[in-house]
């Protein structure tokens, strides 16, 4: 079996369809997760959950030190060119150097949190604990885009680790253990390695005919390494967009407003399945479409994302909203004042869909420096408005400066996409099913 038939074997619309229904059944879990905890702790406890969770998420992708994004530009191309070799080879690189990074890297937050007082302390410990348990699941989760690999690539980070942290929480609770921060805390870095392990095993066995213990040639290691590293810079400013708010919101506000701000982008994450959805679906795609050196099914792919993104996204904001006062009441009646920061960032989330998953296009094919540019420039506007907002407007001032930054990041991409390539990105046109099949 080899070539693109091997590489092509999960693609297009069925794909997508699924990875949406994962995603969706995820948002649901997501959210009765934060709901679940917001009711067990205090609000101010809830509130050190918030901040542990996003720095978590927003610095575990650097411990992943890029090889996650590579996998989805790499193991298709080899794929599709029958070298499965390299692909067991690049597997067994990518292991060792993302578990060997990230304990480094552990190390170093383990050590800091000594000299850090009180929650800080806590927390950059907890983080430290964590960030080697996350950084694998993110290369882990990278090998299965790559292969298209989509219940592996969804199930167990999205369905099973929600459950497992909730079910845990409820058990300590019902023996009337205290939901403080460090327990919490500790049960999720618990879940991250349970889940780890599991997708490291799964994923031994179904690349055995890989041959995931191949060495590699000192050139190959060479490429990974070097196309890799940029991308760890271009994951982790993409993570620092997604979760500046909240990072930003912890240092300038109380524990009880990041909790308000955190429930209210919660509440508005069950819209955001689509873009995850198609993020899991569209590298591998545009990879595919570049390695059989077809421009036409390229532009294709790249206006027929942009389409489903934008339409799928505008829906699910809307029907978000319309819930949005009842959803914010199941965390509790301090939490109902975010509907407005719920109506501002859902403005954000269409403005960018209209760019669709165009910065995929700009990592699977090399333009890493320029992918890292723009996040950059993203981040320097989200936290450079929020920053002078959050003190006049509070909470509203975050969200008005995440939107803001998200129809920036949309406008860079697709303009950058054109002038690089000449492939056009935003289009509003309804979508046409058909043309989603690869």
């Known amino acids: 079996m080899s070539s693109l038939s091997e590489a092509g074997r999960s693609g ?67 794929l599709a060119r029958g070298r499965r070799q390299a692909v067991g080879a690049f597997f067994r690189v990518g292991f060792i150097a993302v578990a060997l990074g990230s304990v480094g890297l552990s190390i170093v937050g383990l050590s800091a949190s000594t000299l850090l007082p009180g929650d800080l302390g806590l927390i950059v410990f907890l983080v430290a604990m964590g960030l080697p348990f996350l950084a694998m699941e993110y290369y882990l989760e990278g090998i299965a885009r790559g292969f298209g690999w989509y219940r592996l690539t969804t ?93 930003l919101i912890s240092l300038m506000l109380p524990s009880e407003a990041v909790g308000v701000y955190f429930a209210a982008a919660r509440v508005l994450a069950l819209a955001n399945f689509v873009y995850f959805a198609m993020y899991l679906v569209a590298g591998r795609r545009f990879a595919l479409d570049l390695a059989a050196r077809d421009r036409s099914r390229l532009q294709s792919s790249l206006l027929e994302t942009s389409r489903l993104m934008f339409w799928l996204t505008a829906l699910a904001v809307g029907a978000t909203l319309l819930a949005g006062p009842l959803l914010l009441a199941a965390f509790g009646q301090a939490f109902e004042d975010g509907y407005g920061v719920m109506i501002v960032l859902g403005a954000g989330m269409i403005a960018r869909a209209l760019a669709g998953q165009a910065d995929e296009m700009l990592i699977v094919s090399g333009r890493q420096k320029q992918a890292a540019w723009i996040l950059a420039a993203t981040v320097g506007v989200n936290l450079s408005i929020s920053a002078l907002l959050i003190p006049w407007l509070g909470i509203m001032g975050a969200a008005v400066g995440t939107a803001i930054a998200m129809a920036t990041r949309s406008m860079l991409v697709a303009f950058t996409v054109y002038r690089l390539d000449g492939l056009r990105i935003v289009s509003v046109a309804i979508p046409s099913f058909g043309a989603a099949k690869s």
């Open 12 to 78: 297009g619309l069925p794909d997508a369809a699924l990875a949406f229904a994962i995603r969706v059944a995820s948002a649901g879990l997501l959210f009765g997760l934060q709901v679940l905890l917001a009711r067990l702790m205090p609000i101010d406890g809830y509130g050190g959950f918030v901040t542990l969770w996003t720095w978590l998420l927003a610095v575990g992708s650097f411990g992943a030190l890029g090889l996650a994004q590579a996998s989805v530009r790499f193991v298709p191309r080899y």
């Open 155 to 247: 199930i167990p980070i999205y369905i099973i680790r929600p459950i497992l942290i909730g079910s845990t929480a409820l058990l300590l609770s019902a023996l009337g253990v205290e939901l403080t921060l460090p327990v919490v805390g500790a049960v999720v870095v618990g879940s991250m390695g349970v889940i780890t392990l599991g997708l490291a095993l799964v994923l031994r066995r179904r690349l055995a005919p890989y041959r995931p213990n191949a060495a590699p040639t000192r050139a190959e290691a060479s490429l990974w390494i070097r196309a890799s590293l940029p991308l760890s810079i271009v994951s982790g400013l993409d993570d620092l967009v997604i979760y500046a708010d909240v990072l």
